[in-house]
Every structure is written in structure tokens, then in C-alpha cells.
């Protein structure tokens, strides 16, 4: 629903866009006429027609974001004739033709209508006239941006998530046909500009288009799509739900724009016991399955099934995948299913192959259900990472837990279900803590720290002289810092969801109090690792040093994941650490503890 709720807002906000004007003489010819009969239905038409064609641009979309797996080069092609449509007016106007050609036929036909009878189809003929002389212009951009992020492909779902943008335009042109011909006037002095824009974008589609074809840049699409989405989405979420959110956070939970920290509950009852919350939804919106065909709530009937949303760079998620995989491998003999729904939280966990890398590195053997769009985490009424749902060999869900913890207790749920379908002679004994790296367990105690993030939408602590300059390189510096503040040191460019390092010898200071130190970070764009060097308090770890570090501080940032810099032993206090990149170029998302 919030998705819908978006598009809506971003309709509306087409009344500053060049791209509307096309479309105002024909509303503004309206203005001295019954709204009901005359505008209202007109705007009604138009959204319709818009939506139909919109939905063709998003069909390209969903190719596009298909590409590394099926029909890539058709995708490229297709986008590329986007961007030459918007780089080139005439080859947009010869493509479009046949659309304004139908446009124009139907408003003639609508107006003489109109002269004869007094009925309501002659604006909604007008209407759909009008929509389909502004889809070309809008309906290619829209296609560009919304693929990937929002849209799955020709379904319902991107027929109605482009009617609800349509809707939006539609109520601000219903804005300006109050307003009348003035709004005309002022917005026709932005064409010049508007042009200038619509190319600009022609260029840039056409750009991604050759780094993708010469695989400069495998994860592009995925990477832009994902992020404006999520940041936006949650602002609307906070605003619509603030006495939401204060009860997540009286009940020491976190919303998913931040992993959970450990959540205790009490232990559950027997599974005969236990209530039914609900029905295992359908499966099929994963964009892509790894260790398994696609799986569906009917193939899976018979089967207790365990369910585990989680994210490859959440902390929360990795210290409790060992008790995942230890019961997907204790009890698979006695039909139990475990699966894994990889729901991301940066843009970098689209790309399949960083997932399939993840899934491999972890020796995660079970099904993941690569859940780009967010399908299966809306069917499942999921706000959380890591979380666990529990499904009866009936296909009903019959516990659920929210974050790291109570594992016993889970897996005493696993049993209960299990001899509740018949199964006998289940191994003994529960499953016991054996990680290492950051994969073990957290010590709470000494924790005071808590994640923090780098990019500027959701960055708290930020202590550098001056005033953060977004999105554009700045020199920063570093002076005394107080617990978990922190810093950056050398030219940064801060972004919404991280910050890069624009030269060499450039580094981040934070001040904390932890066992464990994770910093999530990425490699220069173009791929070429990052070496970095870590101290605390001004001195090389030693003993300290954390599972991709070396005793004197030394590491390489090569892929896009967590990384544990710190691991103390001995007593815990306030330490400043200070991670010093020698290569330009990388990219740090945020900060974790245990």
C-alpha cells in the first residue's frame, strides 16, 4: 500500500515537469466547464490511457532488471532505444508518431462529439486522447526509473502502481484547471530547460546502457534502483506511522532500516498449543531462486517449514544463520524445509551474483529466494531482519521470533511441529554456538555502541568540524571525538546511502564501546580493491584485530560486504578506532557492534 502511496505523491509532483505541458491546453480547455461531467472524466480517461503505455515502458523495465538471466541483449537494446528517444526529438517523434496520430484522432472525434449531446463519453474520449499525447513524453522516463525498484513486470500489481501515478498527475491537473491559464504561462518558461533535462537523460540511460554491455559495471541497474526506493518509502512510513514506530521502540525492536538487536521472549507453548497466525503465503515473487527451483505453499504441504528473512551484510542475520544451518542439516532427514528469503537493505544486495557469492561463502546449502521486489516480505507482513516464521506440515503459521536469541526455544518449536507431522526418533539435544569471525555471538554486556550508519538519509554521531556537504566532494577533518561519535579525515562525498572516498589516504574515526567492530564497505566503483590499515588508539590491533584484518591493522576491501575489524580480548572500554584507506574509491555504508 505504501508503494502505491509513493507513486501517488510522485504523480502529483509531474505539475513542476516540462513534461506536462503537452497536456495543459487540452485541461485548460475545460476550465469554463461543469468538472464533473467534463473535467473529471476527461482526467480519468487520460490517467487510463497513460497507465496502458506506461505499463509498456515497465515491461522493458522488468526485462532489464531480468538481464543477467534472461534475454539481456533484447533488454539493452530496448533501454538503448529509450535513451536515443530521449537524447534525439525527432527519432521520439517518429517513434511516437502512430500514439499522437491516435491522440489526435480521438480528441477530434471527442470534440465533435462534444458539440452534439452533453453526455460524459466526450471527455473521456478527450481524456484518453490526452494520455496518450503525454505517455511519450512521460512514459519512457518513468519506465527507466521505476525498473527495478518498484515495478515486477506486466502484472496487475504494475497496472495499478502506474495508475496510481497517473492518478497523481491527474490530481494536479485537476489543481490547474482550478487555477486556470496561469499555471500555463509559468510552467512554459521551464521548456527550454525541461529539453536540456530530457537529453541529459538520454545520455545517462545510454551510458549505463554500454558500461552494462561491456560489463564495466555488472550491478548497475541494481544498484540505482533500490535506494532512493527504500529511503523514500521509510520517511513516508515514518511519518503515516509515528505511534508505530515509539511501540517498536518501547518493545526494543528496530524497524528494517536497522537490523534488530537481540529481543528476549518468553518460551513458547507446545505446538498443539501454539495458534494458528495465519497461512504460508504463496512464494512466487522471488526474482530468482539459488540451491533449489522455484518452491510454492502447495509443493511444500506435508513439510514443516522454517522461514528465515535475512540480508547478507546484517550483522543480526549472520550471527544467527549457524543456528539456521545447524537445524536445516539436524532435522532435513525428518521433513524439515528451511528457507532462506534474502530481502535486501542496500542497493548492492540486488546483484544476484553478490548474493550468490554471500550464499556460497556462507555454505548455505538450503533454498534462497532472492526477494529483490519485496514480494514474499509483503505476503509475510514482515518488518524485520533476522525473522523466523514457523509452518505446520498443514501450511499454517504457527510461531514466528523477531531478531537474534531464544534459539532453544525455537528449536524446540522445529521439534514440537515435527512430531506433530509424524516424525520419530528426532536427534537429541539442542544446537550450540560454534561460529567464529563475525558470525559469533555479540557480548551484550560490554556493548554500548549501537549501528550507525555513513549515509546521510539515516547518519547519526557525524563529528567533523563544519557543516557535511551532500553529495559533492568536501575535505574533511577530524578533532576529539566522544563515545560514538565519529568522523572522516581526507575528501569524502557524502551520499543518501554511503559515503565515498574521492582520493587516497583518506580515512574514518569513531570513538566506541564493543567487543566487536563491523564496518560494512564496498570497493571502488570501477572494482579495483582497496587496501586500508586499522588502529585503535592510535596503535595496530595486535591481538585485537578482527577476522579480515592482520595483528598490524592490514586488510583489502575487495567485494561488497561486512567486514570485522575488531575483535577485543580482554577488559572492553571506550576506544578510538581509525580505519586509513591507501586507495581511493570506497564505499562505507555503516557501522555494526557485538
Partial sequence: MILFLIAWLGGILTIASPCILPVLPFVFARAGQPFLRNGLPMLVGMAAAFSAVGALAAVGGGWAVAANQYARYAALALLAVFGLALLLPTLAERLTRPLVTLGERLSASADAAQHGHASVAPSLLLGVATGLLWAPCAGPILGVILTGAALQGASARTSLLLFAYALGAACSLALALAVGGKVFATMKRSLGVGEWIRRALGVAVLAGVAAIALHLDTGLLTRVSLAGTNQLEQRVLDRLAPSRSQALAQAGAQPPTAPLA????????????????????????????LNSPPLTAASLKGKVVLVDFWTYSCINCLRSLPYVKAWADKYRAAGLVVIGVHAPEFAFEKDIGNVRRAVTDLKIDYPVAIDNDYAIWRAFNNEYWPAHYFIDAQGNIRHHHFGEGNY?????????????????????????????????????????????????????????????????????????????QWALTGTWTLGAEHTDLDHADGGIVYRFHARDLHLVLGPAADGHPVRFRVTVDGAAPGANHGADVDANGDGVVTEQRLYQLVRQHGEIADRTFEIRFLDRGVRAYSFTFG
Fill in 408 to 484: 532453544q526455544e525455537s528449536e524446540q518449536v522445529i521439534r514440537e511441529l515435527l512430531t506433530q507431522a509424524g516424525a520419530r526418533n528426532l536427534p537429541g539435544g539442542f544446537v550450540t554456538d560454534t561460529a567464529t569471525g563475525a558470525q559469533a555471538a555479540p557480548d551484550m554486556d560490554a556493548m554500548e555502541s549501537p549501528e550507525t550508519y555513513l549515509g546521510y538519509e539515516k547518519a547519526h554521531g557525524f563529528a567533523s568540524p563544519g557543516e557535511p556537504v551532500a553529495d559533492a566532494p568536501h575535505l574533511y577533518t577530524a578533532g576529539p571525538l566522544d563515545l560514538n
Fill in 262 to 289: 537481540i529481543k528476549a521472549s518468553t518460551a513458547p507453548a507446545p505446538a498443539e498449543a501454539l495458534p494458528v497466525e495465519g497461512t504460508l503465503p504463496p512464494l512466487d515473487g522471488a526474482v530468482q531462486w
